[in-house]
């Protein structure tokens, strides 16, 4: 018996690395309420092409980009999971982008058949993503004295 609990605690010594939660990547907190947020993070994503596949309670959403290519392995699918988190200092968005590839051969461009595989991380269109929310959170501030603009005058559209 203490065999066994030996051998078993050495397997899942070894499984244990492949058991690691999701990772995210995080924006600073927003001074903002969260459904201003909210709608930011739903026009970004329907911007860039994902599909909206769920809204849990206006915090946590998930949109599936598709893009299809007859070229083997160039086809992909990509998973965005974003998360409204409320802490002290205002309103956190947590971002994951997954990455897969369409690995069938004989009909790459439909999507009803394709394999999806090798699953990684986006660290692009992670980046991408959270920088264009930021943008529609908090859009940068034209300081009075920049150049090339006399004080009251008007902004150009």
């Keep these: 018996m203490l065999r066994f609990r030996a051998w078993l605690t050495a ?42 596949q769920s809204i849990q309670e206006q915090n946590q959403i998930t949109g599936v980009q598709v893009k299809l290519s007859p070229f083997n392995k160039q086809g992909t699918r990509r998973t965005a999971t974003v998360i409204l988190e409320s802490r002290p200092e205002g309103m956190v ?49 034209i300081p009075p004295s920049a150049p090339g603009r006399q004080p009251g005058s008007p902004s150009r559209k």
């Design 93 to 141: 968005v947590r971002l994951m982008v997954e990455r897969e590839l369409n690995t069938n051969i004989t009909n790459p461009l439909d999507e009803a058949q394709a394999d999806w595989g090798s699953r990684d991380f986006d660290t692009e269109a992670e980046e991408l993503l959270l920088s264009m929310i930021g943008m529609k959170v908090m859009p940068p501030q």
């Design 11 to 52: 397997l899942l010594a070894l499984l244990a690395p492949g058991c690691s939660p999701p990772r995210y990547i995080e924006s600073p907190p927003y001074p903002k309420e969260k459904m201003a947020i909210f709608e930011a993070v739903l026009t970004t994503l329907e911007r860039q092409g994902y599909r909206i």
